[in-house]
Nanobody, 120 residues
Framework: QVQLVESGGGLVQAGESLGLSCAASGTIYSIYSINVMGWYRQAPGKQRELVAT???????NYADSVKGRFTISRGNAKNRVYLQMNSLKPEDTAVYYC???????????WGQGTQVTVSS
């Protein structure tokens, strides 16, 4: 297992930008077992949904609703993932969760979430 800690959430106005960071910690074996990291979000009264993912090889996948506005990236170290959010909309308001998928045991690990609020 790995522990994930998100940072960077906050309150912004529509059209502004915000960046999120996620750091994974754990044993070296666990860290190097991470093959996919991603961001998910959950708005009040809605199910958790995928925002973006990135593989260890650098392949990315985005929800249609954020394509062209959000960019996911990984740091040089395997234990960090970032989400740059531009042109934010009120409908982007949600709790954003970092996710790491471990190839060693096919487990998914989750962070505690960080609130992003976009005012109109």
């Amino acid at each position: 297992q790995v522990q994930l800690v998100e940072s960077g959430g906050g309150l912004v106005q529509a059209g502004e930008s915000l960046g999120l960071s996620c750091a994974a910690s754990g044993t070296i074996y666990s860290i190097y077992s991470i093959n996919v990291m991603g961001w998910y979000r959950q708005a009040p009264g809605k199910q958790r949904e995928l925002v973006a993912t990135i593989t260890s090889a650098g392949s990315t996948n985005y929800a249609d609703s954020v394509k062209g506005r959000f960019t996911i990236s990984r740091g040089n170290a395997k234990n960090r993932v970032y989400l740059q959010m531009n042109s934010l909309k009120p409908e982007d308001t949600a709790v954003y969760y970092c996710n790491a998928h471990l190839a060693a045991n096919e487990n998914d690990c989750w962070g505690q979430g960080t609130q992003v609020t976009v005012s109109s």
